[in-house]
C-alpha cells in the first residue's frame, strides 16, 4: 500500500494560482498512475485530474481542464497539481490517491487516501 502526504493548500484570491504537491513512500511510485481528487462541503469527492505512471497520458475534468495541470518526479515521488485561475467553486479539500491506471482512478473505489489539504479562494 501506498502512504501519501498532501501539502501547498492555503487561501488564495479568486484569478490566483496555487501549486499542490503529493508525496509517496511504501511502495514503488512510478508502478502507480496518479490522481488528485477533491470534495467540497456537502459534494462527494470527485477526480479533478490523473496522470499515467510514465506522465505520457492525462486526464483533466471538464470543470478544470485548460487551468489545472497535473505533473509527476518518479525521482521525488511526488506528483503536482499546478492550479491557476483559481475560482471560488475551486474551494475544497485536495486528495491524491494512486491507481492501477488512470482509467481505474477515473472509474473504480480508491482504498486509501492521505490526510487532504484545503484549498479556499476568496472571491
Known amino acids: 500500500q501506498v502512504q501519501l502526504v498532501e501539502s501547498g493548500g492555503g487561501l488564495v484570491q479568486a484569478g490566483g494560482s496555487l501549486r499542490l504537491s503529493c508525496t509517496a513512500s511504501?511502495?514503488?511510485?512510478?508502478?502507480?498512475?496518479m490522481g488528485w481528487f477533491r470534495q467540497a462541503p456537502g459534494k462527494e469527492r470527485d477526480i479533478v485530474a490523473a496522470?499515467?505512471?510514465?506522465?505520457?497520458?492525462?486526464y483533466y475534468s471538464d470543470s478544470v481542464k485548460g487551468r489545472f495541470t497535473i505533473s509527476r518526479d518518479n525521482a521525488k515521488n511526488t506528483v503536482y497539481l499546478q492550479m491557476n485561475s483559481l475560482e471560488p467553486e475551486d474551494t475544497a479539500v485536495y486528495y491524491c490517491?494512486?491507481?492501477?491506471?488512470?482509467?481505474?482512478?477515473?472509474?473504480?473505489?480508491?482504498?486509501?487516501w492521505g490526510q487532504g489539504t484545503q484549498v479556499t479562494v476568496s472571491s
Open positions: 490517491a494512486a491507481g492501477a491506471s488512470t482509467v481505474a482512478l477515473k472509474t473504480t473505489p480508491v482504498n486509501s
Open positions: 511504501g511502495r514503488t511510485f512510478s508502478n502507480y498512475a
Open positions: 496522470i499515467s505512471w510514465s506522465g505520457r497520458i492525462t
